[in-house]
T-cell receptor, first 111, second 111 residues
Framework: DTAVSQTPKYLVTQMGNDKSIKCEQN?????MYWYKQDSKKFLKIMFS???????INETVPNRFSPKSPDKAHLNLHINSLELGDSAVYFC??????????FGPGTRLTVT | SQKIEQNSEALNIQEGKTATLTCNYT??????LQWYRQDPGRGPVFLLL?????KEKRKERLKVTFDTTLKQSLFHITASQPADSATYLC??????????FGQGTELSVKP
């Protein structure tokens, strides 16, 4: 069984569109994250949720809005997509502050 | 600001040798540090976690050291194999327990 899953795996869209990426974990973890990995491979945290509550909100444009309907799901909605949003987005989860389990990533391409 | 540097972007070694990867951090004192492996097109996979009061941690052919005075962690793979070829990411904890990732070192083990 997949521990952390993301959909879609690939997302190609035009500038100005709104899109969502979904993440689910079946590990029973209480903390979930969104990371962005750019073309230079830097992996940067964007958001963290603990039991549906926003814990970490890095300096991310407010076009990005995470939503956690329950502690097993953390979705990412992006409004008015820009070229610079093109990257691979990873969801991750953890129990406490230990090892994190990452999803397979969603490659977003904005044209 | 908090900064992490991994010794080199790429490291090439011969099969059977020991690979040593370096991670240096500045401007903070992480309570613990994690190492991850990332293969192309996949999410990072947790390898080892070492706490500030631990000098060394081992797992099979992997060894991690953590020197809080030098602000440095070393990651060793002994008896390296071509299957060890991947990008290795260092991740000390930052404020609020969040992981701050280095840019990664791409290890290539030649047969």
């Amino acid at each position: 069984d997949t521990a952390v899953s993301q959909t879609p795996k690939y997302l190609v869209t035009q500038m100005g569109n709104d899109k969502s990426i979904k993440c689910e974990q079946n590990l029973g973890h209480d903390t979930m994250y969104w990371y962005k990995q750019d073309s230079k491979k830097f992996l940067k945290i964007m958001f963290s949720y603990n039991n549906k509550e926003l814990i970490i909100n890095e300096t991310v444009p407010n076009r990005f809005s995470p939503k956690s309907p329950d502690k097993a799901h953390l979705n990412l909605h992006i409004n008015s997509l820009e070229l610079g949003d093109s990257a691979v987005y990873f969801c991750a989860s953890t129990r406490g502050q230990g090892e994190q389990y990452f999803g397979p990533g969603t490659r977003l391409t904005v044209t | 600001s908090q900064k992490i540097e991994q010794n080199s972007e790429a490291l090439n070694i011969q099969e059977g040798k020991t690979a040593t990867l370096t991670c240096n951090y500045t401007n903070y004192s992480p309570a613990y540090l994690q190492w991850y492996r990332q293969d192309p097109g996949r999410g990072p996979v947790f390898l080892l976690l070492i706490r500030e009061n631990e000098k060394e941690k081992r797992k099979e052919r992997l060894k991690v050291t953590f020197d809080t005075t030098l602000k440095q962690s070393l990651f060793h793979i002994t008896a390296s194999q071509p299957a060890d070829s991947a990008t290795y990411l260092c991740a000390p904890t930052g404020e609020g327990g969040k992981l701050i990732f280095g840019q990664g070192t791409e290890l290539s083990v030649k047969p």
